[in-house]
């Protein structure tokens, strides 16, 4: 049974392991493995990771069952507070379809309760993410040209009705 709670410092170690193991799993078939690596390098840095842990009006959560942790999300206020910008949801590949992502989604609703609308960016390639998000509740809001910001990678952008 994995438990949702804050991530901290202690944290950090595992959770970039989590996110170079399940974007290399997620990604490499659709960027290559070389650019997935030089975007963990830069994305998932215990330095990136770091920073998220200290940005004000966010969270950073984990999914942890005492022997490791399965899965991680990352939100923060944009600059309309609003509009909450889910930046990261991940669940481990052999943690994948156990409600983890679901527990994550709901512990990040639940932690802007001023928030009207949840924001998220997919990978259009990536079908299992599409096919999640749409699940919860999010429609079609658009796309981007630069997830993530200076990514310079297209994606799909997804928005639901919250609070």
Known sequence: MMFVRTAGERDL?????????T?????????GAAKVT??????????????????????????????RIGGMAFAAATTDAKIIM?????VHPACQRQGIGQALLEEVEASFPEA????????????AAVAFYRSKGFLPAGNTADCGGGSGLSALIFEKAIG
């Open 13 to 21: 170690a595992a959770v970039r392991a989590l996110l170079v193991e």
């Open 23 to 31: 974007w290399h799993a997620t990604y490499d078939s659709i960027y």
């Open 116 to 127: 009207r609308t949840l924001r998220v960016e997919v990978e259009e390639a990536n079908a």
């Open 38 to 67: 030089e975007i963990s390098d830069e994305w998932h840095s215990i330095a990136s990771l770091k920073a998220r842990l200290a940005r004000p009006n966010s969270e950073f959560v984990v999914a942890d069952d005492g022997k």
């Open 86 to 90: 889910l930046n990261q949801l991940y």
